[in-house]
């Protein structure tokens, strides 16, 4: 009995997988990354005993826009079609006496049989069809629970600083190599595979690489108040530091980064201002247009002293007596010319041995700098300078003297 049992259900499952399937995905939705195939079977259909997991030889799987089909042949990716429109499989290994040559598809359909009757009528093989949604997935919120460091830096006024902001907002992100992402992420699975199963892990690694986002954001010289107006570049950078976790092992990139806001700690922002306060004063103009206002608004409260306007104008002029300065000096030193910096002056060389040196001579023996007839070192006599020889205009004789020992032509 058994075995007559294994030959009709080996008959009846070939007999019933040779018909032509056709698959398709009714949606996927943007909360959906994979979905598995559905085999068309309706009421008024003949093929409705055959097996979920085979493909028979010649059949039809509809690929829509957004979509990347997958066929997956006893756990291996056999077939990708990325393109819309309508694929046929003719590589499968379950034959169809409606694809193909007649005569060569009921010899398969026969040796079929066999095989399922070695095991007991029923299939031994796994054939699927997946369906990953390539389209842009939107919507995806993040948020810093715990305040990021950031480097506010300011050349202008030689600010370098960490500070502590929080920010929060949106990213998406999309699916660029569905191979990758089925072989690594979501795999053999039944139903639907959605994006909530690894939110919460893109999460967390998009806030860890947020911080050396954000340092290469300040290096650019990007205060942290205007980094909402440079989420594109922001993106770019995410891209390249979530490159290996995200494009390499999952097959998944960043398409846009979007930031609602980005604020520091109220000490952070009061601190940052006073040094920018403190670095404008720098400049005596500034300095001096301060003091005037402020000047200005110390005669305004002594006029209005409670003691009388004199006991105000008295202390204004002992608070100006100390201040040790005057916004006229300032403004003066804001009119002068800004120093140029000097020449370097180049490395003296060490005196030649015997030459004169400032205020003496250096011995030509040991060259000890002296100023006597003799070397202090080591008594060498000092060195007379050589004559200056000149030629007589009239003999032509070489003389030292005043006179031409030759001639007496005096010296020209």
């Known amino acids: 009995m058994g075995l007559l049992k294994a030959g ?6 070939v007999l019933a997988d040779s018909w032509r399937d056709y698959f398709y995905c009714t949606a ?5 990354l994979a979905a598995k195939g559905e085999k068309r079977v309706t009421e008024r259909g003949s093929n409705t005993k055959g097996e979920p997991n085979i493909i028979s030889d010649g059949s039809v799987i509809a690929v829509n826009d957004g979509q990347c089909m997958l066929v997956v042949d006893q756990g291996k990716v056999a077939e990708v ?10 590589a ?3 034959p169809s006496v409606f694809y193909g040559s007649l005569g060569e598809s009921i010899m398969a359909t026969f040796a079929k049989m066999g095989e399922r009757f ?6 031994a093989t796994d054939q699927r069809v997946y369906y990953v949604n390539t389209k842009e997935i939107l919507g995806n919120k993040y948020g810093t629970p715990t305040p990021v460091p950031f480097r506010v830096v300011d050349a202008n006024i030689g600010l370098d600083m960490d500070i502590a902001v929080r920010c929060n907002g949106e990213y998406s992100y ?34 860890t690489q947020l911080q050396p986002a954000f340092a290469r954001i300040s290096a ?33 990139s960043i398409v846009s980064f979007g930031m609602n806001s980005i604020a520091t700690s109220p000490e952070d922002e009061q601190a940052i201002k006073e040094l920018q306060r403190a670095a404008v004063l720098r400049d005596p103009a500034m300095a001096a247009a301060n003091l005037t206002a402020a000047q200005g608004d110390a005669m305004r409260a002594a006029a209005t002293n409670e003691n009388g306007a004199m006991m105000g104008f008295m202390g204004l002029g002992m608070a100006n007596a100390a201040g040790g300065t005057s916004a006229q000096s300032l403004f003066q030193m804001s009119q002068q010319p800004a120093p140029q910096p000097a020449a370097p002056v180049p490395p003296t060389q060490p005196a030649a041995v015997g030459a004169a040196v400032a205020g003496g001579w250096a011995c ?3 060259g000890t700098p002296n100023t006597g007839k003799f070397c202090q070192e080591c008594g060498t006599p000092r060195p007379q300078p050589h004559a200056v020889t000149w030629a007589c205009p009239s003999c032509g004789t070489q003389n030292t003297g005043r006179f031409c020992q030759e001639c007496g032509t005096p010296r020209p």
């Open 220 to 252: 650019m010289g990007i205060r942290y108040s205007a980094v909402p107006g440079h989420t594109a570049e922001l993106a770019q950078i995410l891209g390249e530091l979530l490159s290996v976790a995200w494009t390499e092992r999952r097959g998944i």
């Open 118 to 123: 070695a095991f007991g009528g029923s299939p």
């Open 92 to 94: 499968s290994s379950e």
């Open 81 to 90: 079609c990325a393109e819309p429109g309508e694929f046929v499989y003719d």
């Open 364 to 366: 030509p023996a040991c």
């Open 28 to 32: 996927l939705n943007a909360t959906t």
């Open 174 to 207: 999309r699916i660029a190599d569905p191979l990758l992402f089925y072989q690594n992420v979501c795999g053999n699975f039944e139903g639907t595979y959605t994006r909530d199963r690894i939110d919460s892990q893109m999460r967390s690694e998009l806030l």
């Open 8 to 13: 009709i259900g080996a008959a009846g499952g």
